[in-house]
C-alpha cells in the first residue's frame, strides 16, 4: 500500500505560480510512477504530468507551464506550475502506479491522493 497527500493548493492571481507536493508512505517511493492529474467541476478528470526514471511527460497544454519532479529522498513527488491561467481551476490529484503506468491513462495508477484545491482568479 500507498498513502499519497497532497499539499500546496490555494487561490493565486492569473500569471502566478504554485507549487504542489505529494508526500508518499508505505512502499518505497522511487519504485512508482508518479502522476499529476487534475478535474474541474463538470469535466472529466484530466491528466497533467507524469515522471518516470527520471522521465516526464506533459499534456500538451501544460507543457512549458508545468514541471514534475520527484525527490525520493524525501518520498516526494512536485508539481511546479508556472503562468496559471483561471482554466488551471480545478482539483489535482497525484498518483502512484508501475514505472510503465506513466502517462495519461488514469486506470494505470493504483493509488490516488485525496486532492488539493487550486483557484486561479482572473
Known amino acids: 500500500q500507498v498513502q499519497l497527500v497532497e499539499s500546496g493548493g490555494g487561490l493565486v492571481q492569473a500569471g502566478g505560480s504554485l507549487r504542489l507536493s505529494c508526500a508518499a508512505s508505505?512502499?518505497?517511493?522511487?519504485?512508482?510512477?508518479m502522476g499529476w492529474f487534475r478535474q474541474a467541476p463538470g469535466k472529466e478528470r484530466e491528466f497533467v504530468a507524469a515522471i518516470s526514471r527520471t522521465i516526464p511527460y506533459y499534456a500538451a497544454s501544460m507543457k512549458g507551464r508545468f514541471t514534475i519532479s520527484t525527490d525520493n529522498a524525501k518520498n516526494t513527488a512536485y508539481l511546479q506550475m508556472n503562468s496559471l491561467k483561471p482554466e488551471d481551476t480545478a482539483v489535482y490529484y497525484c498518483a502512484a502506479g508501475p514505472k510503465g503506468a506513466a502517462g495519461p491513462n488514469a486506470a494505470a495508477y493504483d493509488y490516488w491522493g485525496q486532492g488539493t484545491q487550486v483557484t486561479v482568479s482572473s
Open positions: 508505505g512502499r518505497t517511493f522511487s519504485g512508482y510512477a
